[in-house]
């Protein structure tokens, strides 16, 4: 066996006298990949249970090259502590534990350990700030905006997508320019951020975060967190990983909170540049008010206000111990809506995958608490879909439903279809079922349908039509600070063709009558500049509320995934409507963003809306 280990380390070109960035290089993978190399020098920054990060003792000023590496062997690093300069011989390796990730580049095997000296004082570089001779002279604050120069045309949502991979073109960085070159040029450096806001409840169980430190950012909302807009999804966030010495994060933080000054190391883990801290982050001050204050939008009851909410319910049925809270919230903050577009409405019983596939008790459940509550009469409508088509969790059968006030509006000549039926556009125009579903089977595959209905106000003043959507989810993209360029959009196909036929059956509405008053709204899983969006305002003629409403582009937010705040929830109106839309007629509601763990309701925010139907 020894002999064996001996072979295979002089089969390895062999390299002396090596720099750190020398093995690091300018590119993602160091091109003496599969060398071996004697007397690396450097200072041990950290230690963590499988290995030891070693800085270069004599760092150069390019900002291309990283001036520490990791040095993976538990056993090596066991009896040399933090504040050793040791000189070291060992492989150069490339690592990664999915072709979806980036490899990091690692000292592995190393050997013929030399003490240079101990108790040397280690100074950690500070982000945000330029450095003065640590690693060299350079900027260490990340670029806000874009993440790597594979990406088309410098757009992280181009379409299409995974149209190239870091591990085959290996770029040189630019960490200047891109925010996915920054990271990897301090790859296994020790760092310290200070100003350390959170984007969000932690990632995991084990307390990961996502934040900002003291540094330029993009896309700063109201409530201190970073919103995706066009072209720039947030480079300049960064992950805090799990502590090195054993201890745990705070996993209670919520969007904006900010947390003590943290002190870590620079390394790339399952899809993502973290920071992987010495010790266990603590929160410093809480973000407060937790909740958002109601909405001042109310229906007047007649044709020129009635109001229109939007809310993804995730996974709501009978029996749902969530029902006071979602009440609580229709309510007490969107005031009680003319109606209400729902979904991830799940049948009678959940997710007792039994072929039921009913959800009268689950609505009734809903709208008879609101009833309660409110002193207003509440009815609803949805159609079945045929069980276990339509996405979600097996046996949940969720759709889209509405919930309306039957004292202020009514379905207009109501003929409800099934869930094979096929909606259509008829002269007048009309519906030829109401409620009923855009059924395209080769566009909603395993996918919920959207649910068109047709109404009227009960003085008989006011008609409108509604397309309530949740189309085919994210589920198989990539991280943004992955391996394909741009990164995997999942389902974006999909959802390009849904936007189409939806768009075209809302298209011939307007055909008909260009006055019309259509509202479209519900989850789209899609930013609006994605290709799926676009297309759907292409095709439909109908305007993105957001931008009627002069909404501002850091606000315009229901959700949050990873490192930013998210509009996968939009809402859409015909140009006859949109003509009497005010700043202060609609409002995206951060009733679950804003709060901490335990406390969100759905894993969306609602929005409200007011809109004027009145017959032309």
Same mark, same amino acid.
């Given at each position: 066996m020894k002999l064996l280990f001996l072979i295979s380390l002089l089969a390895a070109p062999l390299v002396s006298a090596i720099t750190v960035a020398q093995i690091t290089g300018e590119r993602y993978q160091s091109l003496l990949n599969g060398t071996s190399f004697t007397n690396l020098t450097g200072l041990v920054t950290a230690k963590g249970p499988s290995g030891l990060w070693l800085r270069s %003792? %004599?760092?150069?000023?390019?900002?291309?090259? $990283?001036?520490?590496?990791?040095?993976?062997?538990?056993?090596?690093?066991?009896?040399i %502590?933090?504040?050793?300069?040791?000189?070291?011989?060992?492989?150069?390796t490339e690592y990664r534990s999915s072709s979806a990730y980036l490899y990091l580049t690692e000292v592995t095997t190393p050997r013929n350990l030399r003490i240079v000296s101990s108790s040397n004082v280690v100074e950690p570089v500070v982000l945000g700030k330029r450095t003065s001779g640590l690693i060299g002279r350079r900027d260490v604050s990340p670029p806000t905006e874009l993440y790597s120069s594979l990406d088309t045309n410098n757009d992280i949502f181009a379409y299409p997508n995974n149209v190239s991979r870091v591990s085959a073109e290996n770029p040189r960085?630019?960490?200047?320019?891109?925010?996915?070159?920054?990271?990897? $040029?301090?790859? *296994?450096?020790?760092? &310290?951020?200070?100003?350390? =806001?959170?984007?969000? !409840?932690?990632?995991?169980?084990?307390? +990961?975060?996502?934040?900002?430190?003291?540094?330029?950012?993009?896309?700063?909302n109201s409530r201190d967190g970073l919103t995706v807009t066009p072209k720039d999804a947030n480079a300049e966030t960064v992950i805090i990983g799990t502590p090195l010495d054993g201890t745990?994060?705070?996993?209670?933080?919520?969007?904006?909170? &900010?947390?003590? &000054?943290?002190?870590?190391?620079?390394?790339?883990?399952?899809?993502?540049?973290?920071?992987? /801290?010495?010790?266990?982050?603590?929160?410093?001050?809480?973000?407060?008010?937790?909740?958002?204050?109601?909405?001042?939008?109310?229906?007047?009851?007649?044709?020129?206000?009635? &109001?229109?909410?939007?809310?993804?319910?995730?996974?709501?049925?009978?029996?749902?111990?969530?029902?006071?809270?979602?009440?609580?919230?229709?309510?007490?903050?969107?005031? $009680?809506? $003319?109606?209400?577009?729902?979904?991830?409405i799940q049948d009678n019983n959940g997710e007792t995958n039994n072929g039921n596939v009913d959800a009268n008790a689950t609505l009734l459940e809903l709208t008879t608490a609101l009833e309660a509550r409110s002193?207003?009469?509440?009815?609803? =409508? +949805?159609? #079945?879909?045929?069980?276990?088509?339509?996405?979600?969790?097996?046996?949940?059968?969720?759709?889209?439903?509405?919930?309306?006030?039957? +004292?202020?509006?009514?379905?207009?000549?109501?003929? /409800?279809?099934? /869930?094979?039926?096929?909606?259509?556009?008829?002269p007048g125009p009309t519906l030829r079922y109401n409620p009923g579903r855009i059924t395209t089977p080769q566009v909603f595959n395993s996918s919920r349908k959207p649910l068109v209905a047709e109404w009227e106000t009960v003085d008989g003043k006011g008609h409108f039509f509604t397309v309530n959507v949740h189309f085919t989810s994210k589920g198989g993209s990539s991280s943004l600070q992955g391996d394909p360029r741009p990164p995997v959009n999942g389902g974006i196909?999909?959802?390009?063709?849904? *936007?189409?036929?939806?768009?075209?059956?809302?298209?011939?509405?307007?055909?008909?009558?260009?006055?019309?008053?259509?509202?479209?709204?519900? #989850?789209?899983?899609?930013?609006?500049?994605?290709?799926?969006l676009e297309r759907f305002v292409e095709v439909s003629g109908l305007k993105e509320l957001d931008i009627v409403a002069n909404v501002k582009d850091v606000?315009?937010?229901?959700? =949050?995934?990873?490192?930013?705040?998210?509009?996968? #929830?939009?809402?859409?109106?015909?140009? !006859?409507?949109?003509?009497?839309?005010?700043?202060?007629?609609?409002e995206h509601l951060h009733l679950n963003t804003w709060v901490t763990g335990g406390n969100e309701v759905s894993d969306h925010d609602p929005a409200l809306a007011k809109f004027n139907?009145?017959?032309s």
């Open positions: %003792t %004599t760092p150069d000023d390019n900002e291309r090259t $990283s001036e520490s590496v990791y040095v993976f062997g538990a056993a090596f690093a066991r009896n %502590t933090r504040g050793q300069i040791i000189t070291i011989d060992g492989n150069v960085l630019n960490p200047g320019r891109f925010g996915m070159d920054f990271w990897e $040029s301090l790859s *296994g450096e020790l760092v &310290t951020v200070q100003g350390v =806001t959170a984007l969000g !409840r932690p990632a995991n169980t084990f307390g +990961d975060q996502w934040v900002y430190g003291d540094w330029k950012v993009t896309g700063k745990r994060n705070v996993n209670t933080t919520k969007l904006g909170d &900010t947390l003590e &000054t943290i002190v870590g190391v620079v390394q790339y883990n399952f899809g993502f540049y973290s920071i992987l /801290p010495l010790t266990g982050t603590k929160i410093k001050a809480l973000k407060q008010p937790e909740l958002p204050p109601p909405s001042n939008i109310k229906s007047n009851g007649k044709c020129d206000g009635i &109001t229109v909410g939007s809310y993804n319910a995730e996974n709501f049925a009978a029996g749902n111990p969530r029902v006071p809270q979602i009440v609580e919230h229709i309510v007490n903050y969107m005031n $009680s809506p $003319s109606i209400v577009f729902l979904q991830e002193g207003l009469p509440y009815s609803f =409508t +949805d159609v #079945d879909p045929v069980n276990n088509q339509d996405g979600g969790a097996p046996g949940g059968n969720i759709r889209n439903a509405y919930i309306y006030r039957s +004292d202020q509006i009514r379905l207009y000549k109501p003929n /409800p279809g099934g /869930p094979l039926d096929a909606n259509a556009v008829l196909d999909n959802r390009i063709a849904q *936007g189409e036929v939806t768009g075209a059956f809302i298209a011939e509405i307007l055909a008909q009558d260009r006055n019309a008053a259509v509202i479209a709204s519900g #989850d789209f899983n899609e930013f609006s500049w994605v290709r799926p606000e315009r937010y229901s959700y =949050t995934f990873g490192n930013s705040q998210q509009a996968l #929830d939009h809402m859409f109106v015909s140009p !006859r409507p949109a003509r009497d839309v005010k700043r202060s007629d609609f139907v009145c017959r």
